[in-house]
């Protein structure tokens, strides 16, 4: 913030009260939720209720708030706002209350990174807390994949880590990976019912230099796929945009990624799906990957 004061971007004034904001917060450990939109889930389900003509079925996680990247963590701060987005979803879920009741709000980002810490002296992921020199608190450090796996598994959150090591389409594209989102949301058919908003998590998705959250997907009457994702470094004014009944622009197009579009050389995603018991927990501590 100090940087955008200097080149004239934000008043001094402005300045002040957003590192009060931000002491308070770091004080508490909980985020101060000026990043985060809610409704988008049922604004894009309402949007689905009366655009279909060309969509056979869509999936979608319930209740999940998007959270986009704030001045103080813009360019690495994205496996935070991810978790903070799968967590938002989770403390919704009756079924992880249990496994959550010690977290009621969503944990700012210092908070998140003492999480991780502690999921480090339980024994999840020692390499990767090696290569962290074990200390995230109050650094800029990126996390991907098995930092968000140890931190759900620590949880008592049942999941895995899945490889999309390689393209398995071509121009190198990934519709292996569409065809799992697929099966995990649509494991439980509802029958003919073309907009099913599920209990289903939102999942993590990793790639280099970038993660985001699949909140859904498309199937369509063509028969091809298109997830949704919702990304933190898209800025909430864009995401609220979806929210104005009134906007000329209430499509989701923001969030929805053809095939086409994912054309990284790999990618690994974090899928969450049920509870762990306390002996399951000690099981899991060996990262769990599944390469496809």
């Known amino acids: 913030m100090e940087r955008e ?17 931000m002491m308070e917060s770091l004080a508490f450990g909980v985020d101060d939720g ?3 939109t809610s409704g988008v889930i049922e604004a894009l389900c309402r949007y689905y209720q009366n655009e279909i003509k060309d969509i056979k079925h869509v999936w979608l996680s319930t209740g999940v ?19 903070q987005m799968l967590l938002s979803s989770l403390l919704k879920n009756d079924m992880y209350n249990d496994c959550l009741k ?16 502690d999921a480090w002296k339980e024994g999840f992921d020692p390499q990767g807390a090696s ?26 959150l049942k999941c895995q880590i899945i490889d999309f090591h390689k393209p398995t389409g071509p121009l190198g ?13 649509s494991s439980n058919r509802e029958g003919g019912t073309k907009v099913v908003c599920t209990p289903k998590p939102p999942i993590y998705i990793q790639h280099q230099g970038h993660s985001r959250t699949i909140v859904g997907i498309e ?11 919702f990304d933190p470094g898209c800025p909430s004014q864009e995401v609220q945009k979806l929210l104005k009944q009134s906007s000329d622009d209430t499509s989701p197009k923001l969030f929805r990624k053809f095939v086409g579009s994912l054309k990284n050389k790999q990618y690994q995603i974090v899928a969450i799906d049920g509870v762990l018991s306390p002996d399951e927990k000690v099981v899991s501590i060996p990262a769990k990957f599944l390469y496809t």
């Open 102 to 117: 010690d977290i009621t709000l969503i944990p700012c980002i210092p908070k998140i990174q003492s999480m991780i810490e």
């Open 219 to 229: 199937e369509r009457k063509n028969r091809t796929l298109c997830l949704l994702i």
């Open 173 to 185: 594209t990934h519709p292996r990976l569409f065809e799992w989102v697929l099966s995990y949301y």
């Open 131 to 156: 290569h962290f020199s074990n200390r995230l608190h109050g650094t800029k450090a990126w996390i991907g994949a098995c930092e968000i796996y140890s931190l759900l598994t620590s949880l008592r």
């Open 34 to 36: 000026k990043t985060k």
């Open 65 to 83: 708030d998007h959270f986009h990247s704030s001045l103080g963590d813009r360019g690495w701060g994205c496996g935070y706002r991810n978790f």
């Open 5 to 21: 004061v200097a080149r004239g971007r934000m008043q001094p004034s402005e300045y002040h009260k957003r590192k009060a904001d």
